[in-house]
């Protein structure tokens, strides 16, 4: 008479929910914790100041280009003829690097429309070593806008405390791309390098934000990857393959035949590895503030 194989569900059931706990237990405690450490500041608030240069507001309010300066969008000019950006987004880091965006429009007017053009919505860019770039959305005469370097930016980091951040009268020089800015008739105001007005700001920070790679789902797959491996292992070679169904169970032992031996109830890996889920001229005007350089025939 054959023996009849003894019933194995039991035992697989245990096994495999021994491997699930097993499973959990595996994925490091510490893991999302020491992951979720590396976070930045969000700045929810704040203001950029910033004078662009005190010799040109002179020059397009003077008798020479007898023009106009104008703000919109946010931006207001101060007291100390400065203009203040609102509304700063963006993020700061421990170690005082950042870069935040600010709301507000400055369009400067003279010589009869010859010269028009406006700067919008600072980005102020600093790195830990407290050099950096200002970039503005950049708008000339002919209304054609486009992203501009107008400055570089060098003095200083962020000053991180408490859920605030400041930076304080740091220098700016005329980059590269901004020449083409302060320029009228085709001709620049000021060479590249230029010194500007000194740069300031102050940001509310709110909650910290998580790098990207610190997010659930690489625990969730962490977790999914172990607990999945060690399923297909339980439920695999061991637990139905050949030691439960195989050779010990219908293989020799059973029936003396090795054609039975791997190829019924579980050859092990084919449960095994399931996938996880996984310019020049006159240059003062009759106030005495000395202006740009301008070609005396254009004015």
Do not use: C
Request: proline share 3%; charged share 20%; hydrophobic share 30%.
């Amino acid at each position: 008479m054959t023996p009849t194989a003894a019933p194995t569900r039991s035992r697989t059931t245990t096994l495999t929910l021994a491997a699930v706990a097993a499973a959990a237990l595996a994925v490091p405690v510490g893991a999302a914790t020491q992951a979720n450490a590396a976070a930045d500041a969000t700045a929810s608030d704040g203001t950029l100041t910033w004078g662009v240069k005190q010799s040109f507001r002179s020059y397009i309010a003077g008798p020479i280009a007898n023009g106009e300066i104008t703000t919109g969008s946010g931006a207001s000019q101060l007291s100390s003829g400065e203009f203040e950006f609102t509304s700063a987004t963006g993020t700061v880091e421990d170690d005082g690097s950042g870069e935040v965006d600010y709301s507000g429009s400055v369009a400067f007017y003279g010589h009869d429309g010859e010269l028009d053009f406006t700067i919008a919505d600072p980005q102020l860019t600093l790195g830990a070593d407290g050099t950096g770039t200002l970039d503005v959305t950049y708008t000339d005469a002919d209304g054609a806008t486009s992203e501009v370097n107008i400055a570089d930016v060098s003095g200083g980091a962020f000053s991180v405390s408490g859920d605030e951040a400041t930076v304080t009268d740091l220098s700016t020089t005329l980059a590269e791309e901004g020449v083409t800015v302060f320029s009228y008739n085709g001709n620049g105001f000021y060479p590249e390098g230029e010194a500007l007005d000194p740069l300031s700001s102050t940001v509310a920070l709110g909650a910290d934000t998580p790098d990207d790679t610190t997010d659930d789902d690489t625990t969730d797959d962490t977790t999914d990857d172990a607990t999945d491996d060690t399923t297909d292992d339980a439920t695999g070679d061991d637990a139905t393959g050949d030691d439960t169904t195989g050779d010990d169970t219908t293989g020799d032992d059973a029936t003396g035949d090795d054609a039975t031996d791997d190829g019924g109830a579980g050859s092990g890996d084919a449960t095994d590895d399931g996938a996880a889920g996984s310019g020049s001229g006159t240059g003062s005007d009759d106030s005495g503030v000395s202006g740009p350089v301008v070609e005396t025939d254009i004015v």
